[in-house]
């Protein structure tokens, strides 16, 4: 079944500085790549998502970029805020997900 | 916006008892999921189902998990005799189509086996 290993652990950046967090995959088939945003005690919210077929996509301060060839994509943090802090998980698959271990961001004001 | 419920947020147990946890998915959604979330690791999938039936499951989803729509908006997830590896936070999902359509969480269950 499909792997995802994310990087780092745990990454903290000054405020208003950018944070970059990246991921790895291992099934070739695995053709949807969301990230979810997890605030301590709270359910896990979709904040961007990217399909295979496409190599980035924005919104707002946010970024997803996919490399399909290496398998690997990433979520770009611009301009990070205090309320930026939480843990990112990343997630690959088809019909099921699969679901990195999670990076904590800690945002310093 | 229309969410996924979950109920209880959090359910106490002994070890060898049965729990039933409960899910409102979204009403215009046609696929369910349970995943769960052992404290400080990441989510693992459970369970998937769609048309009345499982469409795929895990090795975690063993003889002691069962899931169930009694009707046409609740979606539980049973676990039998409760282990103690068993504790972790329940979180329910719904997405419109299978695939690479959007995963909508709910709030979880905590589930806590003693």
């Known amino acids: 079944g499909e792997n995802v290993e994310q990087h780092p652990s745990t990454l903290s950046v000054q405020e208003g500085d950018s944070a970059v967090i990246k991921c790895t995959y291992s099934?070739?088939?695995?053709?949807?790549f969301p990230w979810y945003k997890q605030e301590l005690g709270k359910r896990p919210q979709l904040i961007i998502d990217?399909?295979?077929?496409?190599g980035e996509k924005k919104d707002q301060r946010i970024a997803v970029t996919l490399n399909k060839t290496a398998k690997h994509f990433s979520l770009h943090i611009t301009e990070t805020q205090p309320e930026d802090s939480a843990v990112y998980f990343c997630?690959?698959?088809?019909?099921?997900?699969?679901f990195g271990k999670g990076n904590q961001v800690v945002v310093i004001p | 916006e229309p969410e996924v419920t979950q109920t209880p947020s959090h359910q106490v147990t002994q070890m060898g008892q049965e729990v039933i946890l409960r899910c409102v998915p979204i009403?215009?959604?046609?696929?369910f999921y349970w995943y769960r979330q052992i404290l400080g690791q990441k989510v693992e999938f459970l369970v998937s189902?769609?048309?009345?039936?499982?469409?795929?499951k895990s090795e975690i989803f063993d003889d002691q998990f069962s899931v169930e729509r009694p009707d046409g908006s609740n979606f539980t997830l049973k676990i039998r005799s409760t282990k103690l590896e068993d504790s972790a936070m329940y979180f329910c999902?719904?997405?419109?189509?299978?695939?690479?359509?959007?995963?909508?969480f709910g709030s979880g269950t905590q589930l806590s086996v003693l």
């Open positions: 099934d070739s088939a695995s053709n949807y």
């Open positions: 999902a719904s997405s419109r189509q299978g695939g690479d359509e959007k995963l909508f």
């Open positions: 009403s215009n959604h046609l696929y």
């Open positions: 189902f769609y048309n009345n039936e499982i469409s795929e």
């Open positions: 997630a690959a698959g088809n019909n099921r997900l699969a």
């Open positions: 990217i399909r295979s077929n496409v």
